[in-house]
């Protein structure tokens, strides 16, 4: 598929990489389930994402959601609605905490300017909330969750083995921005629990998989911009 990169980061992770903001999504197959974390910004994008999945695994889905800006889940639709999908599939998983619809109205021009084929009727936000501590249960493999912050209010990150998701806690192909919602204080403090946790490999929201000294040189970095009172913005909505 043009402009979509598909990278096994191990056994049972892959990066989809896909061209619209440099979105990163990820699967984690296991023996019964395959999860696929963050989905897209809109149809076009969801379906780039659903076939390079759908090229690797037939297995049923669970969709999880990092975050609540408009590329990581504007595209749930596509792979939630797939036809002969389960009702217990129907469902995406997010962080607790997130008015989803508020911060689609905040982000909706932004994205309908990626996205041309965006309604509103399309959007299928997180109906269902995953606490700290939780593990998904792919059948053979446990995937934990995270519930963290700074990035936005409520940031997921998911550990699969070796392999953290931190979303876009972890940035690659720039330097980490900010919104309203975000706090400079609580992404430092979450990513030392991500460190804690002894992972080797973070598949990024956007950029290449990084290791742990990447994610050292990035704490720091933010740990500066704190000290120096600097404001960071990017340009996903409000």
């Known amino acids: 598929m043009p402009g979509v990169e598909v990278e096994r980061v191990s056994d049972a992770v892959w990066r989809v990489g896909t061209?619209?903001?440099?979105?990163?999504?990820?699967?984690?197959?296991?023996?019964?389930?395959?999860?696929?974390?963050?989905?897209?910004?809109?149809?076009?994008?969801?379906?780039?994402?659903?076939?390079?999945?759908?090229?690797?695994?037939?297995?049923?889905?669970?969709?999880?959601?990092?975050?609540?800006?408009?590329?990581?889940?504007?595209?749930?639709?596509?792979?939630?609605?797939?036809?002969?999908?389960?009702?217990?599939?129907?469902?995406?998983?997010?962080?607790?905490?997130?008015?989803?619809?508020?911060?689609?109205?905040?982000?909706?021009?932004?994205?309908?300017?990626?996205?041309?084929?965006?309604?509103?009727?399309?959007?299928?936000?997180?109906?269902?909330?995953?606490e700290d501590g939780a593990v998904l249960d792919l059948g053979g493999l446990g995937v934990e969750v995270r519930v963290l912050g700074g990035h936005t209010a409520y940031d997921l990150a998911l550990v699969a083995g070796e392999v953290a998701l931190p979303g876009d806690l972890v940035e690659e192909s720039g330097p980490p921005q900010l919104d309203r919602t975000s706090s400079l204080d609580r992404w430092v403090e979450s990513l030392d629990v991500l460190l804690a946790t002894g992972t080797r490999t973070f598949v990024p929201g956007h950029g290449r998989p990084v290791d742990r000294a990447f994610v050292v040189d990035q704490q720091r970095w933010l740990a500066a911009q704190r000290s120096g009172g600097t404001r960071l913005t990017r340009n996903l909505g409000p």
Do not use: C, I, K, Y
């Open 19 to 130: 061209p619209t903001v440099g979105l990163n999504s990820v699967l984690v197959r296991g023996e019964q389930r395959a999860l696929v974390v963050d989905t897209g910004g809109g149809p076009r994008q969801g379906r780039q994402v659903q076939r390079a999945v759908r090229e690797l695994t037939a297995l049923p889905l669970v969709v999880v959601n990092t975050h609540d800006h408009w590329d990581h889940w504007f595209a749930n639709a596509v792979l939630l609605d797939e036809p002969g999908s389960a009702a217990e599939q129907r469902q995406a998983w997010g962080p607790p905490g997130v008015a989803w619809e508020a911060r689609a109205r905040e982000q909706w021009s932004e994205a309908l300017g990626h996205e041309p084929e965006l309604r509103p009727d399309v959007l299928r936000p997180p109906t269902g909330t995953l």
